[in-house]
């Protein structure tokens, strides 16, 4: 809401963590991004033809237009089916995001959602892992079998039981 406020945020953040670099990984909330996970039976060569193929499988589920969306993906597992991890942005948030970056000399080499950013923190989740986080907006659950992304979740904040039992 407040630009200054978070650019000074940041900065203080960079500051007191060292970070002397321009180069960074960018993590936004996830009430900013929309993940999915699909199954299709196969995949263009093209990234451009990727792209189209699964703002058109999504088109119907997002809130947004997918057309103008920033669509990420990454491929879970290719045998038999192709199962993706999808992360789609309003390219406006995206940008936002990047102005406020680039407005310090920084440059966001990877933009992504906070829970996959975290899941990546995580030691080793080559067994089965239940990942949980909460914060004042959102729940988001996800599930990790054999070190694969099968499941994810968002909803509204409530009693963590019903976010979890389902």
């Given amino acids: 809401v407040d630009i200054s406020v978070v650019r000074e945020a940041t900065q203080k953040a960079l500051e007191d963590a060292g970070f002397t670099g321009s180069e960074l990984s960018l993590v936004i909330p996830d009430e900013a991004v929309r993940i999915a996970l699909l199954d299709v039976d196969s995949l263009p060569a093209a990234d451009a033809d990727r792209r189209a193929i699964i703002r058109w499988k999504l ?26 991890l999808v992360a789609l942005s309003r390219q406006v948030i995206v ?59 968002k909803v509204a904040p409530g009693p963590l039981y019903d976010a979890l039992y389902p």
Avoid: C, W
Avoid at 59 to 84: G, M, W
Avoid at 136 to 142: D, H, K
């Fill in 59 to 84: 088109k119907k589920n997002v809130p947004f237009d997918v057309d103008s969306a920033q669509v990420t993906y990454e491929i879970l597992r290719d045998n038999p089916r192709i199962e993706l």
């Fill in 95 to 153: 940008d936002q995001y990047q102005a406020l970056t680039e407005s310090m000399g920084l440059h966001a080499g990877v933009v992504g959602p906070s829970t996959t950013a975290a899941l990546k923190l995580l030691p080793d989740i080559s067994g089965d892992v239940l990942f949980v986080k909460k914060s004042p907006t959102s729940v988001t659950t996800s599930v990790v079998m054999g070190g694969t992304l099968r499941f994810y979740r």
